[in-house]
């Protein structure tokens, strides 16, 4: 099935600096959602992006709508060890009920105290 | 409130035995999902249910695996017989409504077939 292109693939970065990730496809999307998945738990919404052009803040997240509705991208600041994790983007195309998300293949983020 | 809660969370079957997962949905949620993640990839839409009726099954082998909400509250997901390739986790989710977007996970019932 249809899958969004999601990079990088997974990261090794050093606890402060600040990491960057987006989530292409050659489709529009109505709405763009970032979640993180824990080891052994369930994927957990972070953003939900609703507007072309949108950018959202969630602490130290920060997450925009592409102006195209082809794209999104998530950055995180000062990472912390906490901030290990799987991270999913999510698009959905339908503008009425019984939507179905398009989900990306995920960027495994690991963090070097 | 309550989160999704779903159970067993660990299951080890042998390939060809049957195995159900149960999800208990969060409360006045009316649209519940069941996901596939193989590992190394993103969920996967099984089947979705609007109280209880299917919305959209078109992804879920019908042949080996089937899905009830009899009530429209809980639902159980079964698998029979198993094959090697249905190790994974099952992830159950649920929405206020099929026109919400914001879905909320359980943890997820690990499958291992041997």
């Known amino acids: 099935g249809q899958q969004l292109n999601q990079s990088p693939q997974s990261m090794f970065i050093q606890e402060g600096e600040d990491v960057s990730m987006n989530c292409t496809s050659s489709s529009i999307f109505n709405t763009w959602l970032w979640y993180k998945q824990d080891p052994g738990e369930g994927p957990v919404l972070l953003i939900a992006l609703y507007k072309a052009g949108e950018l959202t803040s969630n602490g130290r997240l920060t997450a925009q709508f592409g102006i195209t509705r082809k794209d999104s991208f998530l950055n995180i600041s000062a990472s912390i060890p906490s901030d290990v994790g799987i991270y999913f983007c999510a698009g959905d195309q339908h503008a009425g009920n019984n939507r179905k998300l398009i989900w990306g293949l995920g960027t495994s983020l690991a963090v070097n105290p | 409130e309550a989160g999704v809660a779903q159970s067993p969370r660990y299951k080890i079957i042998e390939k060809r035995q049957s195995v159900a997962f149960w999800c208990n949905p969060i409360?006045?949620?009316?649209?519940l999902y069941w996901y596939q993640q193989i590992l190394g990839q993103g969920p996967k839409l099984l089947i979705q249910?609007?109280?209880?009726?299917?919305v959209d099954d078109s992804q879920l082998p019908k042949d080996r695996f089937s899905a009830e909400r009899l009530k429209g509250v809980d639902s159980t997901l079964k698998i029979q017989p198993a094959k090697l390739e249905d190790s994974a986790v099952y992830l159950c989710?649920?929405?206020w409504g099929a026109g919400a977007n914001v879905l909320t996970f359980g943890a997820g019932s690990r499958l291992t077939v041997l």
């Open positions: 249910f609007q109280n209880n009726g299917v």
């Open positions: 989710a649920s929405s």
């Open positions: 409360s006045g949620h009316a649209t």
